[in-house]
């Protein structure tokens, strides 16, 4: 161990070199680094269920997998991200659901208050962990014919306009408990699996739902709104009324901000290439990190050309204290907590690199005409040597190094998971 330690520190310092000579700070990129949080989504450790008793009802989030051991309760599930996180070296948020919601008597989701999340927030208060919040508009009877907000049903928008009310004033008490900002995102599944003849309409409920919900001006040191639009969905092939652009003109004209989930896109589409156009004009964005296969099919996130371009993008526009980075996937083939922290290691290492990226000596070229150099330079930095520095913030941060953090989930599944029936 000992012997490992020395190595790890020795590569550090020549990797420290090697960025100097590129006038990078490693330091300073560590230290930015531990100021950056990731909002790690509660919903891979049980496959978007939650804990109310809704009955069999339709899911508007297609998980596949049986692997053993899903969280079955807010204990389990708290214990699950509280092991994740010890296996990542990044700063930790939490995303949650309302389906999540403890309340000590059943509570539909259209009257869930705060209280309803004490455990939560205790939890989160103790770890020092942000929060962010979703109310959850899916998987419940009361989404008739797979409408939320969109509804034809105008007491189906009551009740989910209700739910969305009531979210924000839960985010808002999150916000000022926890001494941060919630980010309160609403993504509705809505839309229609065959060609609507009247489009328009269901644009102008969810307009009008969204107007309703939005009515109170909350205190934006407490929370933040976002809305997330999405290209299509499994039997919303036709017609998703809470597109990108619908959502992006709501946000602009009326100061609320935007979700980017980046599965949730034409596959040629690149998130990175939107921060720079929306960051500027929208008052908040969030990103969901994600990784889509051929479709939204919300793969665990790993290292790529994709999460490494969404990164430098967010490096080189100085976004990182300006939009927030959650995580958004399920994937239940493998084990649950492994998949988180895969997911979070690749970000946190695709960030880690973004930060030590000479970004400086790319826009000079640029600003020169000289795309010779920098298309040579943007090669050439692809293999600094950026793990060096991973290893040893890990070290740093008391993590396991490489994936050594496997050996400890495995006792983890043996020990706890497997004995969940
Ligand atoms: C679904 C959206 C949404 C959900 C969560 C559970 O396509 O990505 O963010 O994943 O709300
Ligand atoms: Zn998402």
């Not at 700070?25 to 680094?33: G, P, S, V, Y």
């Not at 946000?251 to 599965?263: F, K, L, Q, S």
Request: aromatic content about 10%; some cysteine.
């Amino acid at each position: 161990m000992a012997q490992n330690e020395e190595r790890i520190q020795r590569q550090y310092e020549d990797a420290k070199a090697v960025y100097a000579g590129f006038g990078v700070d490693t330091d300073e990129a560590l230290a930015e680094f531990r100021r950056i949080p990731l909002s790690l989504h509660c919903w891979q450790g049980d496959d978007v269920k939650g804990f109310e008793d809704v009955g069999d009802v339709a899911s508007q989030n297609l998980v596949t997998g049986q692997y053993p051991g899903a969280a079955r309760n807010g204990d389990e599930l708290r214990a699950d991200m509280d092991m994740a996180f010890r296996l990542s070296p990044c700063r930790h948020r939490v995303n949650l659901h309302s389906m999540y919601a403890e309340p000590k008597t059943p509570t539909p989701r259209n009257k869930l208050t705060t209280e309803d999340f004490r455990r939560w927030i205790e939890w989160a208060k103790a770890n020092g962990y942000g929060l962010d919040f979703n109310a959850s508009f899916f998987t419940h009877p009361m989404m008739a014919d797979g409408f939320s907000l969109a509804s034809r049903r105008r007491e189906v928008r009551d009740y989910w306009v209700e739910a969305g009310k009531g979210a924000r004033e839960i985010a808002a008490d999150m916000g000022r408990e926890l001494g941060t900002p919630c980010i309160n995102n609403i993504w509705v599944p809505d839309g229609l699996k065959d060609m609507p003849a009247n489009r328009l309409l269901y644009r102008e409920h969810l307009r009008e739902s969204l107007d309703r919900i939005f009515e109170k001006r909350l205190d934006r040191s407490l929370m933040r709104d976002v809305l997330e639009g999405k290209v299509f969905g499994i039997g919303t092939e036709s017609f998703t009324v809470g597109s990108h652009e619908f959502y992006l003109a709501y946000a602009a004209g009326h100061h609320v901000g935007i979700c980017m989930d980046t599965g949730h896109y034409h596959p040629t589409e690149n998130v990175a290439d939107k921060l720079s156009a929306v960051v500027p004009l929208i008052d908040d964005v969030l990103l969901h990190i994600s990784r889509g296969l051929r479709w939204d099919s919300d793969h665990v996130l790993i290292q790529g050309d994709d999460l490494s371009a969404l990164m430098q993008e967010m490096k080189r526009g100085g976004f990182f204290h300006q939009v927030g980075m959650g995580l958004d996937y399920f994937d239940a083939s493998i084990n649950r907590v492994a998949a988180w922290v895969i997911g979070l290691r690749a970000a946190g290492k695709a960030m880690l690199t973004a930060l030590l990226e000479p970004s400086a000596l790319l826009e000079q070229p640029e600003a020169d005409g000289d795309f010779t150099a920098r298309l040579a330079l943007t090669e050439e930095f692809k293999n600094l040597p950026a793990n060096a520095a991973w290893e040893y913030l890990c070290l740093q941060e008391g993590v396991p190094v490489g994936t050594d953090w496997l050996t400890v989930l495995r006792r983890y599944e043996q020990d706890v998971q497997s004995k969940r029936r």
